[in-house]
């Protein structure tokens, strides 16, 4: 069942340590197939090095194993909570890339204060509420989900322009088209996370981008006016400015 997604989510996974996201099995990689309602992710605390494609679990929106040996990641019912509220995203990741939880710790969001971070996320990286005891005590990981949707509800967020999140007190939730482009995403996250800790140790001056500059790098990677690459059709004419 679902052999070339449970293969996309395998290598998708294999990603997260060369890529330096996580340690030891402190990940996650899901990639969901719509049209099923079904969707495939790894399974709980089985090292990297041991994973194979059959390894993965195939679960459905109400967070029930439909498939597979193993049990699943601990944080399905984040997973599916976010699949069910955010009806375009095709995967999601869950590291405790280490600079991101810094901020998670801090309880911060991950503002926008570079180019690196505008061409990816349109907005500060969300950090989400801190979960109270009775959230932790009733529905751990369910609640994980719900604290992450409540926040871009909240802040009127659009979770494709901003494909990630910090969860206070505990890491990194990103998401994507593909589970390909959520571990891509993980890992920008990761990265501007540093470069801000950096910027925000070398000076106490607002450094968060103007609007202008922000829509600049934005939009030329997303949108229907996208120049950058070669996937859009008018990157050839704008080739000299990407």
């Not at 997260?16 to 495939?40: A, E």
């Not at 909240?154 to 990103?174: I, K, M, W």
Request: charged share 25%.
């Amino acid at each position: 069942m679902l052999e070339k997604l449970k293969k996309e989510v395998y290598e998708a996974n294999m990603q997260l340590p060369k890529l330096d996201l996580v340690t030891f099995t402190w990940g996650n990689v899901s990639g969901i197939d719509r049209d099923s309602g079904l969707f495939v992710i790894k399974p709980s605390g089985v090292a990297y090095e041991q994973l194979k494609p059959e390894d993965m679990v195939v679960v459905n929106l109400k967070g029930e194993v439909v498939e597979g040996k193993l049990n699943p990641s601990s944080d399905t019912p984040t997973h599916t909570v976010l699949y069910n509220a955010f009806s375009k995203i095709g995967g999601i990741v869950h590291t405790h890339s280490p600079w991101a939880v810094s901020f998670a710790a801090a309880k911060m969001d991950i503002p926008a204060m570079n180019t690196t971070h505008a061409d990816t996320f349109y907005n500060a990286i969300p950090a989400a509420d801190a979960l109270t005891q009775k959230e932790i005590e009733e529905d751990y990981e369910g609640n994980t989900g719900k604290v992450i949707v409540r926040t871009f509800k909240e802040r009127n967020l659009d979770y494709e322009a901003t494909p990630g999140s910090l969860v206070s007190q505990h890491g990194p939730f990103c998401w994507g088209t593909t589970p390909q482009k959520a571990v891509y995403n993980a890992k920008v996250l990761e990265v501007v996370a540093e470069e801000d800790y950096h910027t925000l140790q070398l000076t106490r001056a607002n450094s968060e981008l103007p609007q202008y500059l922000l829509d600049k790098h934005y939009y030329r990677k997303h949108g229907k006016n996208a120049y950058y690459g070669q996937d859009n059709a008018q990157s050839m004419t704008h080739a000299k400015r990407s």
